[in-house]
């Protein structure tokens, strides 16, 4: 199965934008829905976005939508999660995590992801 390493967390400030990339290596990349969860301090581990392993699917948790793109791009084994207008309220450990052959609504829920990186930290200062 692949393993995931994520890239690209940092300190912002509030309205800035920032790309998170997940690298894959060590399975069929192209098998697997794709997703981002974080983790704020003192709270659970939430569903950001994911997108169907055909890539003709995505999906966003309410306070993302219109604020966050998630893509991906097959011949770099590579998801990416582009956010823009960064909040405070933002500021987590994000985590990609893979589900073979994930689509449909399914794919907000942690339970079915098989695979995880280590996470990125995300801070947005205000």
């Known amino acids: 199965q692949v393993q995931l390493v994520e890239s690209g967390g940092g300190l912002v400030q509030t309205g800035d934008s920032l790309t998170l990339s997940c690298a894959a290596s060590?399975?069929?990349?192209?098998?697997?829905?794709m997703a981002w969860f974080r983790q704020a301090p003192g709270k659970d581990r939430s569903f950001v976005a994911g997108?169907?392993?055909?890539?003709?699917?995505?999906y966003y948790t309410d306070s993302a939508k219109g604020r966050f793109t998630i893509s991906r791009d097959n011949a770099k084994n590579t998801v990416y999660l582009q956010m823009n207008v960064l909040k405070p309220e933002d500021t987590a450990v994000y985590y990609c995590?893979?589900?073979?052959?994930?689509?449909?609504?399914?794919?907000?829920?942690?339970?079915?992801?098989?695979?995880w990186g280590s996470g990125t930290q995300v801070t947005v200062s205000s």
């Open positions: 995590a893979a589900a073979p052959y994930g689509e449909g609504k399914g794919l907000i829920r942690w339970q079915i992801y098989r695979v």
């Open positions: 060590g399975g069929t990349f192209s098998r697997y829905a």
């Open positions: 997108i169907s392993w055909r890539g003709n699917s995505t």
